[in-house]
């Protein structure tokens, strides 16, 4: 019996275990007479979003349209499911909750006392974005203005908090949402002010924005300056750094005085001027901002010296024999003229002249030639007049001429040449000396003169000139003295040359003979024409080698003895340029006449026909001929001179004359030819 009563109970729970499993594993609760799973017609794809900081929007899908509804249960932190809520459609929203804690949802579809499978979220929680960038700046002695950055897009608005000095934190205003800005009034000027700003929400309020700190400022004006206008008159100049003071004071100390208060501005002002000053006194300045509770700190301090400038750099140079120019330096911006005094010899200082303000030089003249003066310039105001600028001495001038030098520009005539060194001469006297006799003057030429030319000369007698400038009034000292005796020119041989006159020059009548340099070096005599030829160095030769032709045309020279550094020509000579050589033939009419008028007339010495042969000039060229290379040719038919202008390394100007032709050539040549030589007059 009690076996059949253990198997009957052993039946009996397989039955129930089997009921229950069928029940809950495959039941379908829209057809008893079907089955169905339980994940089968859960819902799906679950959303979760932070409205704000204390509501979330719960958003699912649900395929089967027969449930009844569904269950929203909700887990707080780590903490057991709850049930917060039943809906019967998709979407739910959960309010109430509380920042910085992780929800987690789960949703459960039900129809009837079935249950499908939950769905699940992720964790999520809410945020209360909080204020950043918070700047606290002050704009007034009074006044502070906070900015901030509003990240939040649900808060009711924004609670302000501040803490002064080292106290605490407390709140001092709210604000409206989407205010970012808030203006702290009616502070004490100096104090340290503290702030933080959050939002809030009706159940929530934010995190703290970062802390700023401000004192509030009173920005004192800078850059002070103060200048004397006059000797009775400051003006100050500052700038400007508040934007809402009242207005400025002044205040002034006088020497080592205090300082007290001379005047009030109205708001916005940066000049200000004092006048009726005490002339030889000292004032400091400064200056501050103020409104109707407060006062800035002081500007810098600036000081000026009633005082008159005085002129500088006096300077005081003759200008002609009875006038002295002053010039000077005007150091003040406000004087009424200034005052000249003036000291004759050793004597006292008398004051000789009032001119006009900004004036800045003056001329005295009717001055006595050879006296010394100096002078002394002081600036004058109505009342005051400043110090004396520095003493100056001058002595009325009249410049000598100098550097006179003679010239023999033919048998009779002497040319004098001098360096003009005065500015204001009516004119110069020339005077001559005859021998051993005594000086008389022989004439009186214009004012800037440097030239003289005495004709009607004794061939060979000796002569000795001075010359002087002067005024209506005076006259200078003498040049110095030159003599000369009229002859012909020689050179350091001893040969004789006779010149000549053409236009401004004065030439040699004839070809050079001269065998040695002017320092007494001999020339070098080449005869042979291989020797020649390979000349890099000066030389000379006779045409043809023959002495007799030297007396009549004179010698030929290679470049090189031209060129040489120990020159050639006499003292007070020199071998003619390419553009000396062209300024006697442009004088003489241009290259197609000026030959004839060089050329000596006849048949003496030149073939026929010698063209165009007049002489007008008395240049008197004769045809020397030449050496080419080592080669004689040409004497009677063609003279050739070198110029001192060489063309590269190998060639030489010269100037050509030829028996058939009126006019004058000009050729490059080889340095090593052999050419005549004639001089042309320092």
């Known amino acids: 019996m009690k076996r059949i009563q253990s198997a009957f109970r052993l039946v009996l729970i397989l039955i129930l275990i089997l009921s229950f499993t069928c029940d809950h594993k495959f039941r379908n609760p829209f057809d008893p007479d079907t089955e169905i799973k339980p994940d089968e017609w859960a819902p799906a794809n679950l959303t979760v979003t932070v409205i704000d900081d204390s509501h979330v929007r719960l958003i699912w899908t649900q395929e089967d349209s027969r449930i009844e509804g569904f269950v929203i ?33 789960k949703i459960t579809a039900f129809a009837g006392n079935n249950l499908s499978t939950a769905i699940v979220a992720e964790r999520i929680q809410t945020a209360f974005p909080a204020p950043t960038n918070l700047m606290a700046i002050a704009i007034d002695d009074q006044s502070v203005r906070l900015t901030w950055t509003d990240y939040c897009s649900f808060e009711m608005g924004f609670r302000i908090e501040r ?30 002010y503290a702030y933080r700003v959050r939002a809030y929400t009706q159940v929530n309020q934010s995190n703290y924005s970062n802390e700023k700190s ?36 002044i205040e002034r100390k006088t020497g080592s005085g205090n300082f007290v208060l001379i005047e009030k501005l109205h708001a916005n002002s940066t000049e200000y001027e004092e006048t009726g000053l005490t002339y030889g006194e000292t004032y400091t300045y400064r200056v ?26 006096l300077s005081a140079t003759a200008i002609d024999d009875q006038t002295i120019r002053l010039t000077w330096t005007d150091n003040c911006l406000f004087e009424l003229g200034f005052r000249i005094e003036r000291k004759t010899g050793s004597g006292s200082f008398v004051q000789i002249a009032e001119v006009n303000a900004n004036t800045t030089e003056y001329n005295e003249t009717g001055l006595t030639y050879g006296e010394t003066y100096t002078y002394r310039v002081r600036a004058f105001a109505q009342i005051n007049q400043s110090d004396y600028s520095n003493e100056k001495s001058a002595e009325t001038t009249f410049p000598a001429p100098a550097n ?129 030829i390979d ?30 550094t120990r020159n050639i020509a006499p003292t007070g000579w020199h071998v003619p340029s390419d553009a000396e050589w062209q300024t006697l033939v442009d004088y003489l009419g241009g290259e197609n006449v000026a030959g004839g008028k060089m050329k000596e007339t006849g048949t003496t010495h030149w073939q026929t026909p ?23 040719d040409n004497i009677g038919n063609f003279e050739g001179w070198w110029s001192a202008t060489e063309y590269g390394g190998f060639y030489a100007w010269d100037r050509r004359l030829n028996y058939s032709s009126s006019g004058v050539s000009r050729y490059l040549t080889s340095k090593r030819y052999g050419f005549s030589v004639r001089c042309v007059g320092d």
Not at 214 to 241: C, G, H, K, V, Y
Not at 614 to 620: A, I, L
């Open 288 to 313: 501050r901002a103020y409104t109707q509770v407060n006062q800035s700190g002081c500007s810098n301090e600036n000081s000026a010296q009633m005082t008159i400038p005085a002129p500088t750099n």
């Open 73 to 105: 249960e909700r887990k707080d932190g780590n903490a057991n499911y709850k049930e917060v809520g039943r809906t019967d459609t998709t979407f739910f929203i959960d309010d109430s909750l509380i920042i910085n804690i992780g929800y987690t949802y």
């Open 610 to 632: 010698n063209t165009g042969a007049t002489n007008e000039s008395e240049f008197s060229a004769l045809p020397g001929g030449a050496r080419y290379g080592g080669t004689y």
């Open 214 to 249: 401000a004192e509030t400022t009173f920005p004192a004006p800078s850059n002070l300056t103060a200048i004397a206008l006059d000797d009775q008159t400051i003006r100050l100049t500052w700038t400007d750094n508040c934007s809402f003071e009242s207005g400025f004071r």
């Open 163 to 192: 803490k002064t000095g080292s106290g605490s934190f407390i709140q001092i205003a709210e604000v409206a949402a989407n205010k970012t800005t808030f203006d702290n009034t009616e502070l004490t000027y100096g104090e340290t």
């Open 404 to 532: 006179l030098s003679a010239t023999a520009l033919d048998d009779q005539t002497i040319r004098l040449i001098w360096t003009d060194n005065c500015s204001f001469e009516m004119g110069y006297r020339i005077e001559r000396k005859t021998g051993s006799g005594i000086f008389i003057q022989v004439a009186e030429v214009n004012a800037n003169s440097t030239e003289y030319e005495e004709t009607g000369l004794t061939f060979e007698e000796t002569y000795t000139y001075r010359v002087r400038a002067f005024t209506s009034v005076n006259q200078s000292d003498y040049s110095d003295v030159k003599t000369f005796s009229l002859s012909w020119i020689t050179d350091i041989d001893g040969n004789i040359y006779k010149t000549v006159k053409i236009g401004t020059q004065i030439w040699m009548k004839e070809n050079l003979k001269v065998t040695h340099y002017r320092n007494g070096n001999a020339i070098p005599k080449v005869t042979d024409n291989t020797a020649w």
């Open 535 to 564: 000349l890099s160095t000066g030389a000379y030769c006779n045409y043809g080698n023959d002495v007799n032709n030297v007396t009549t045309y004179g010698r030929l020279y290679n470049w090189y003895a031209v060129n040489d």
